[in-house]
T-cell receptor, first 112, second 112 residues
Framework: EAGVVQSPRYKIIEKKQPVAFWCNPISGHNTLYWYRQNLGQGPELLIRYENEEAVDDSQLPKDRFSAERLKGVDSTLKIQPAELGDSAVYLC??????????FGPGTRLTVT | DQQVKQNSPSLSVQEGRISILNCDYTNSMFDYFLWYKKYPAEGPTFLISISSIKDKNEDGRFTVFLNKSAKHLSLHIVPSQPGDSAVYFCAASEGNTGKLIFGQGTTLQVKP
């Protein structure tokens, strides 16, 4: 069974530029999560989708961050414009039922 | 306010000995707890979990203990192996929110 796929794995951009991350969850997993992990910290939830509906986006900085999950499968997280403080690892996770979430390898974003 | 805390940033043990990783939480509404392991450049992988109605859960070399009155959980690894060297995150969930709150992580090094 394929795991959660994320791309790109690494991204370096200049501040004020836009950036997008893509996630393909495990097949059949209805719930999809985007997390941000800062250096030396644990992952922090940005947004959670149940199928195509964003059911928890309370931690998503809506002035510059946006996300979508068209057709309830793949998802894209966008930052526009990026700021220096956005440098982090962006993790995507998915789950079927219960509490166990399966994480992708993440995208390491560096904003210069 | 950090609801889940891992106060030890790092731990070093000898191969074959016991590793004990600790985690404290403040929210008494948390009812499910998980441990994740993370290798460099990979996403966190699920290790073991425990419901708040239990005080112990064992899976092979890994045992998680929950002390609800102290709001404390621990992960025991016996015997420790060099391949266990990784960052360990504890996480907690409240009800059926699907939202995991992670600690800061503890880096475990198992020396041969």
């Amino acid at each position: 069974e394929a795991g959660v796929v994320q791309s790109p794995r690494y991204k370096i951009i200049e501040k004020k530029q836009p950036v997008a991350f893509w996630c393909n969850p495990i097949s059949g997993h209805n719930t999809l999560y985007w997390y941000r992990q800062n250096l030396g910290q644990g992952p922090e939830l940005l947004i959670r989708y149940e199928n195509e509906e964003a059911v928890d986006d309370s931690q998503l900085p809506k002035d510059r961050f946006s996300a979508e999950r068209l057709k309830g499968v793949d998802s894209t997280l966008k930052i526009q414009p990026a700021e220096l403080g956005d440098s982090a690892v962006y993790l995507c996770a998915s789950s079927l039922v219960g509490y166990e979430q399966y994480f992708g390898p993440g995208t390491r974003l560096t904003v210069t | 306010d950090q609801q889940v805390k891992q106060n030890s940033p790092s731990l070093s043990v000898q191969e074959g000995r016991i590793s004990i990783l600790n985690c404290d939480y403040t929210n008494s509404m948390f009812d499910y707890f998980l441990w994740y392991k993370k290798y460099p450049a990979e996403g966190p992988t699920f290790l073991i979990s425990i419901s708040s109605i239990k005080d112990k859960n064992e899976d092979g070399r890994f045992t998680v203990f929950l002390n609800k009155s102290a709001k404390h959980l621990s992960l025991h690894i016996v015997p420790s192996q060099p391949g266990d060297s990784a960052v360990y995150f504890c996480a907690a969930s409240e009800g059926n929110t699907g939202k995991l709150i992670f600690g800061q992580g503890t880096t475990l090094q198992v020396k041969p």
